[in-house]
């Protein structure tokens, strides 16, 4: 969609018209429910958006609705009808340009983050947005394609014990959250062993695809700051937000998500200085071993001048120049010439211009 997004679309419109702004990014929209308490656990697959339906007002259980693809309109409006879910509020889930930031309604509280994953085969970030909906006994999730970081989350719902069965939809939007800030980690740590390895081989044998290298870390770093310094903004809207669906025992955790969220922004300025001075390091060395080959040039020019101006004046054919007669004159000729130019060799060398 590009570094800065599209929002041609949307010219002109009222304000909560819902249209999908963004790329496509599944063939079919897919809705998951979980529903849970601390001894009772349902999860499917929902084929409609009524089937979930007989399960909100359910008073003893949890919800938590995700929604893989944000391209069909009219499932994204029929879960905010049955929500309550405030037009604003859709419209910012359908643009997938939005900066990451924390808003409240009142009745629900809206989260928007951007959720990164890293594709080592191509060596490039994806990113997606990825929107939270808190509700009194509900969350609402909304990503634009399939394939999450949520799984270790699915997987503690298996226990029974876990604090996530045991607390409220709150606690589950803190642990959403945090796997989003954990993988920025792992993509982190990816990137500090490549520029550790590309920095070790960057003044040994600089190349031309080192600096479009240096070049692309350097846009996956600003990619990366785009996405985390918002982030921080964000956290801090939700340990300050005045909304009983916040308790104040999430908001410990949250505040442990804070200091998270500043390592994972101090590791990206570190990381973008790394590579700033890279670049001049690579221009360093190219410069460096120019100045090499330039000064091996210039020794061999200067050693050839003087045997070049013998040459030319015994080239001149003058009928009566000394020595053109001279039996010995050639070997003569050759074996002063060698030795001249030894001797500016071994110069150079004790003046250690070579």
Known sequence: MGTFGRRGSKTGLAPGTLIHVGEKKVERVVIRLLAYN?????????????????????????????????????????????????????????????????????????TVLKMMLLDTDREEIIVDQISIIIGPNYILSFQERQGDVFDPVRERFGNPASRLRKNGVDYLAYSLIDSVVDNYFLILEHFGDEIEYLEEGLVIQPKPETLKTIQKYKRDMITLRKSVWPLRELISGLQRVESDLIKETTR???????????????????????????????????????????????????????????????????????????????????????????????????????
């Not at 090499?292 to 101006?309: R, S």
Request: with cysteine; aromatic share 14%.
């Open 38 to 110: 601390s001894e009772r656990l349902i999860e499917r697959e929902l084929e409609t958006i009524e089937e979930c339906i007989e399960l909100k007002g359910h008073p003893e259980l949890n919800l938590w609705i995700n929604v893989d693809g944000l391209d069909r309109v009219d499932i994204i409006e029929k879960l905010g009808t049955y929500f309550n879910i405030h037009p604003l509020t859709l419209e910012d889930v359908l643009n997938t340009g939005q900066r990451p930031k924390t808003e409240d309604y009142e009745s629900y509280i809206y």
């Open 252 to 354: 410990i955790y949250l505040r442990d998500i804070y200091d998270h969220t500043i390592q994972v922004i101090d590791s990206v300025e570190d990381f973008r200085d790394i590579l700033s001075s890279m670049v001049d390091i690579y221009l360093s060395s190219v410069s460096y071993r120019m100045n090499d080959v330039m000064k091996v040039l210039t020794v061999i020019a200067t050693i050839f001048i003087p045997l070049t101006f013998v040459a030319g004046v015994y080239g001149m054919n003058f009928k009566y120049m000394p020595e053109l007669e001279w039996r010995w004159g050639y070997p003569a000729v050759m074996l002063g010439m060698t030795l001249l130019g030894v001797s500016m060799f071994l110069y150079f060398k004790k003046r250690r211009w070579v």
